[in-house]
């Protein structure tokens, strides 16, 4: 009569009962230990404390995967929980002057924005781009003999050829060149004063200008 291995904790069985296989894991389980005890040698049976140890090795796991399943749930409502007190104080920053994160914007039907990043030592040049969804370059402005510190860019919402880009969403790349040669991407932030905020299903928005940034980007608060 054939024989099946005893389930131990490096066993295929054990990989099976991994947190994202929960319900496979738990059917292998008690599939292959009936399959076991129906297959065991009846010359050389299996004594009750190895199946007890393979019992409570499962019942460990089970035990683990609750309490990860529960910390996930509680992790989530604690985000939707800070996510819904910074929307409910997002009205308090009209009027202020904010910096905010400015990868990506939403740029509105007029308007311009202040686009700054900081330029690291050994900076030769700064070359700041606006980007379309596909990632096409729709506006590329270089400066070169830069200085180390903060540099500030002006972008009035148009292309290269100096068409006004439709209200949307667009990404915004500043690439310092090195004095080594090399390239580095920088940081790129928007600053301005919050001129109205818009609740969407995604949180809180705030207009700067001629764009819109998530209230999550939102760097640095200054009042007028």
């Not at 609750?66 to 997002?90: K, N, P, T, W, Y």
């Amino acid at each position: 009569m054939p024989e099946v291995d005893a389930i131990t904790p490096h066993s295929p069985l054990t990989r099976a009962l991994q947190p994202q296989r929960t319900e496979m894991g738990r059917d292998a389980f008690l599939k292959l230990l009936t399959t076991q005890l129906r297959l065991q040698n009846p010359v050389r049976p299996y004594d009750g404390q190895e199946l007890a140890a393979q019992l409570a090795v499962f019942s460990q796991l089970e035990q683990l995967l609750s309490i990860r399943q529960l910390m996930e749930l509680e992790v989530g409502q604690l985000s939707a929980l800070m996510e819904g007190i910074g929307s409910a104080s997002a009205p308090a920053l009209l009027g202020s002057t904010v910096r905010a994160e400015a990868g990506k914007l939403l740029l509105d039907v007029q308007g311009s924005v202040r686009i700054g990043c900081e330029v690291p030592q050994g900076a030769t040049a700064v070359r700041m781009e606006v980007l379309a969804p596909d990632g096409r370059v729709l506006r590329s402005v270089e400066r070169r003999g830069v200085s180390a510190g903060e540099q500030w860019f002006e972008w009035d919402g148009t292309d290269a050829a100096g068409n006004r880009l439709p209200a949307g969403g667009y990404r915004i790349r500043i690439v310092a060149t090195m004095e080594t040669g090399g390239e580095r991407e920088l940081s790129a932030f928007v600053e301005d004063v919050v001129e109205a905020v818009r609740f969407t299903a995604d949180g809180a928005y705030l207009r700067l200008g001629g764009v819109e940034v998530p209230l999550s980007a939102v760097l640095e608060v200054r009042r007028r």
